[in-house]
């Protein structure tokens, strides 16, 4: 097996996500009054605390209790679940190409998600995750992309020159703050692109 490790994000890399959808559904359980259409009309309140669950600072239940409260959300927590699972859809040709990496490279997740997200993917899709000798998830490492500290915890935990991972993300910042430790980062746009990029870094498909 390589030296090499290659380490993806989730969201927009391997699973295409759509907010919208959640917005969707979740007004049939808004007053009139309250409904919102549009992702960008929640408050930074909700952001904010999005953002806090996917650091592992509050509870699953936690986080529908306040999302709720915010959003004048009637519905139950199950319901909720359902709701905010229902975002995902599986990018197959980035998952071929990770399989054709698989048993050759040591393959790594590195996401910004939390308890919810997570155990619904892993679930639903085991064939997917069983590709991955490790997972990093900011929820269980209390940390989120961008902050360097978690990509040198993912340098520790490896224990290798930074310049001998790949990283793919689909945002700039994460990446930039990726490359600032040494590692070798690129923005993933589509998969055509990544085995550009891979292959740039001398990894073979």
Known sequence: MSDKIIIFDLGNVIFKFDLF?????YI????????ITDFNALSP?????????ETGDISSLDF???LAKEMHYTGTYNEFAVVWNNIFELIPET??????????????????????HFNFLKERYPQVFSLFDKI??????????PDR???????????????????SDDLER????????????????????????????????
């Open 28 to 35: 049939k359980k808004v007053p009139d009054d309250k409904k």
């Open 21 to 25: 959808r959640f917005i969707k559904l």
């Open 136 to 145: 990093f998830l900011s929820y269980e490492m209390r940390l989120r992309k």
């Open 149 to 167: 500290e978690i990509f040198e915890n993912v340098i520790k935990h490896y224990n290798v020159l930074p310049s001998k991972i790949f990283f």
């Open 45 to 53: 309140n909700c952001l904010k605390t999005a953002q806090v669950y």
């Open 95 to 116: 998952v071929d190409v990770i399989a054709s990496l698989s048993g050759r490279y040591h393959l790594g997740i590195l996401s910004n998600t939390n308890e919810l």
């Open 64 to 66: 529908y209790d306040q």
């Open 174 to 205: 994460n990446i930039h703050a990726a490359q600032e430790t040494g590692i070798k980062a690129y923005v993933y746009t589509n998969t055509m692109e990544l085995v550009k990029q891979l292959k740039q870094e001398q990894i073979e498909i």
